[in-house]
């Protein structure tokens, strides 16, 4: 990343005692991004205890736990902004797509109630549910997908795939003061794709 | 790895197709019944019974039974 003015942490957000820790070593925040996310395209018939645990425990659990952690410990200042990555496909109904559908309307949910709890500390706790966005965890889709059908289904997006920034852009919106009435908000972001 | 085992396990995959319609030489992508999905559910077959990852652009490049076959054999042998 370029620039000054920031750290990097890297830490494994399903390993508790990691994610215990590297809470302990913040300074107190006044924003936060939710971004950890795996996919797997697999139909329904396929689903396994473990399979849902691989998806549920990145996408959903730890992000939990964080939030958890980030209250718990006071890390989070008055009037801060929570801001999670959704997906679209959480309120759609796209084939093989029943555990990361799941996991990310999980997390719609608890939006909603940790918007309500935190209100009173003035936290505002918001989504976004981005539909197809170029990025490398779409090379998974690539790696199921033939790559001229992803190529062709772009023209059910009206403005084409997403680029990151149209999502990062969001995040800025959510975590500034631009957005400081706004919680409990889950934003389709979607270049038109729900239009029809 | 036995082909016939591989034969009735992606055969199994199928709701409306008779058994009997699904063999060695079937160039699978031919069969009315398939689709994207099938496609997924082949992928994930493939996962659960032998522990290897199959491309949907392999699925693609690959025209019969058999060759899907061969392909999941080698991807297995270089485990």
Known sequence: MPGEGHTAQPCDLTDDAALQQMVLSLDSLDGVVFCAGVITYLPAQFTTQAKIADIFNVNFNSQIILVQQLMKKKKLNKKASLFFISSLSSQLGIPATLLYASSKAALNAAVKVLAAELAPQKIRVNAVCPGIVRTPLIDAAKDVMEEDKFNEAEKEYPLGYGAPEDVANTAIFYLSDASRWATGNIMILDGGYTLK | ?79
Do not use: H
């Open chain 2, 1 to 79: 790895m036995e082909i016939t085992t591989f034969v009735a396990s992606f055969a199994d995959l199928f709701d409306e197709t008779p058994k009997s319609e699904i063999g060695e030489g079937t160039d699978f992508k031919q069969i009315e019944e398939w689709s994207s999905l099938l496609g997924l559910a082949t992928i994930a077959m493939v996962d659960e019974n032998y522990g290897v990852r199959i491309s949907g652009d392999e699925i693609r490049e690959s025209g019969t039974i058999t060759d899907l076959f061969n392909l999941v054999k080698k991807k297995a042998a270089e485990k």
